[in-house]
């Protein structure tokens, strides 16, 4: 098949929906072998089956992010079934959303722990293979409330923020091997995480946008896909918001 990512291997979080099952067939239909990962296997054999159709091969693999035994299993599994890891993409997310003062240390703690530190074990699992191949892309799927907060996401927009701040810290770790590490600030995007806003919200938000419309998962998919390629190689520690002039 071809494309730009021929003999890449690729592992993408929070792969059986939404943006994670966009950037899945973006990166294998570039040519990348692709590790799809979830808690959902039902899901994930629908998405492997899609990749099938346009000629791309997928791994599934049942991961829980919030599960640092999982994290670590499933790892080496990936390791062993796929080899290397070139490219990483840090999707996984959840929402616990509620204001500070209702907010109870669950919604915390779930949150920082799937979004965040789920990020930094995979993340950690995964990047000493890219440093002996001396080739490598970390793309994390960050939120333009990360950049500009939002009432009742304290919890989220914390996480989000934090993926900023570690992908530009690994930036500068990793880039005398030949890694780069970039995340991506996706706007409204119609999901199904954003599926559950009443019409007055969903008018509220597209009264933002200077594009006029909500995002799609092919728009944070193609964005994906660009920075995983080798036209990206002198791209690390950016934030690339994709949003239609949410926040500028």
């Given at each position: 098949m071809a494309g730009t990512l021929e003999g890449k291997n690729a592992f993408v979080t929070g792969a059986s929906q939404g943006i994670g099952r966009a950037c899945a067939l973006a990166l294998a239909k570039a040519g990348a072998r692709v590790g799809l990962a979830a808690r959902n296997e039902a899901k994930l054999?629908?998405?492997?089956?899609?990749?099938?159709?346009?000629?791309?091969?997928?791994?599934?693999?049942?991961?829980?992010?919030?599960?640092?035994?999982?994290?670590?299993?499933?790892?080496?599994?990936?390791?062993?079934?796929?080899?290397?890891?070139?490219?990483?993409?840090?999707?996984?997310?959840?929402?616990?959303?509620?204001?500070?003062?209702?907010?109870?240390?669950?919604?915390?703690?779930?949150?920082?722990?799937?979004?965040?530190?789920?990020?930094?074990?995979?993340?950690?699992?995964?990047?000493?293979?890219?440093?002996?191949?001396?080739?490598?892309?970390?793309?994390?799927?960050?939120?333009?409330?990360?950049?500009?907060?939002?009432?009742?996401?304290?919890?989220?927009?914390?996480?989000?923020?934090?993926?900023?701040?570690?992908?530009?810290?690994?930036?500068?770790?990793?880039?005398?091997?030949?890694?780069?590490?970039?995340?991506?600030?996706?706007g409204y995007i119609e999901t199904a995480m954003t599926a559950v806003l009443d019409e007055k919200q969903r008018g509220a938000m597209l009264g933002q946008i200077p594009l006029g419309r909500p995002g799609t998962d092919e728009d944070i998919a193609a964005a994906v896909r660009f920075l995983a390629s080798d036209e990206a190689g002198y791209i690390t520690g950016h934030v690339l918001d994709v949003n239609g002039g949410m926040y500028m």
């Amino acid at each position: 098949m071809a494309g730009t990512l021929e003999g890449k291997n690729a592992f993408v979080t929070g792969a059986s929906q939404g943006i994670g099952r966009a950037c899945a067939l973006a990166l294998a239909k570039a040519g990348a072998r692709v590790g799809l990962a979830a808690r959902n296997e039902a899901k994930l054999q629908e998405v492997a089956a899609e990749i099938a159709a346009v000629g791309g091969t997928a791994e599934i693999f049942v991961l829980d992010v919030s599960s640092e035994e999982s994290i670590k299993t499933v790892a080496k599994d990936a390791l062993g079934r796929l080899g290397p890891v070139h490219i990483l993409v840090n999707n996984a997310g959840i929402t616990r959303d509620t204001l500070l003062l209702r907010m109870k240390r669950s919604d915390w703690d779930e949150v920082i722990q799937t979004n965040l530190t789920g990020m930094f074990l995979l993340t950690q699992a995964f990047v000493s293979a890219m440093m002996k191949a001396r080739w490598g892309r970390i793309i994390s799927i960050s939120s333009v409330v990360g950049e500009t907060g939002q009432a009742g996401q304290a919890n989220y927009a914390a996480s989000k923020a934090g993926m900023i701040g570690f992908t530009k810290s690994l930036a500068r770790e990793l880039a005398s091997r030949g890694i780069t590490a970039n995340a991506v600030a996706p706007g409204y995007i119609e999901t199904a995480m954003t599926a559950v806003l009443d019409e007055k919200q969903r008018g509220a938000m597209l009264g933002q946008i200077p594009l006029g419309r909500p995002g799609t998962d092919e728009d944070i998919a193609a964005a994906v896909r660009f920075l995983a390629s080798d036209e990206a190689g002198y791209i690390t520690g950016h934030v690339l918001d994709v949003n239609g002039g949410m926040y500028m």
